[in-house]
């Protein structure tokens, strides 16, 4: 281990990048699923969002997973690892493009979009002097 942090293209790590907050919404990192993957754990956020509850002075982070509605404890957000070599960031921020509407607001956000049907129909100027 050379001490780097990896990530994916256009991750933003929580605690290297952008402090943690409490109600920042969340993914596990490339980093944190590797790490877990490694040691035979699996994803607890079951690739989803999930939402800091508490931020830690240990350097970690509380989530609460929107997927799984459990909140696990302890995720790193500049932790360092056994040994001391490097830190670890186990959490990524996520844009508010990054999240889809789930299937009932599709519809309702579509409706709303629509504007066709909520555009009052005025006359032109030249349908008004063809009158």
């Not at 490694?38 to 508490?54: A, E, H, K, N, Q």
């Not at 997927?67 to 500049?78: I, M, P």
Request: aromatic share 6%.
């Amino acid at each position: 281990d050379l001490g780097l942090v990896i990530r994916a293209p256009g991750e933003k790590l929580i605690g290297k990048h952008v402090r943690p907050y409490v109600g920042q919404a969340v993914r596990m990192s490339q980093q944190g699923l590797d790490r877990r993957r490694d040691v035979g754990r699996s994803d607890p956020s079951r690739g989803g969002v999930g939402t800091i509850v508490r931020v830690n002075a240990n350097w970690t982070c509380d989530v609460k997973w929107h997927l799984t509605n459990q909140t696990r404890e302890g995720y790193a957000a500049g932790s360092v690892s056994t040994g001391g070599k490097t830190r670890a960031f186990h959490l990524a921020t996520i844009s508010s493009d990054d999240i889809l509407p789930s299937k009932g607001d599709s519809e309702n956000q579509f409706q709303a979009l629509n504007l066709e049907s909520q555009r009052v129909k005025y006359p032109l100027p030249a349908e008004i002097s063809r009158r």
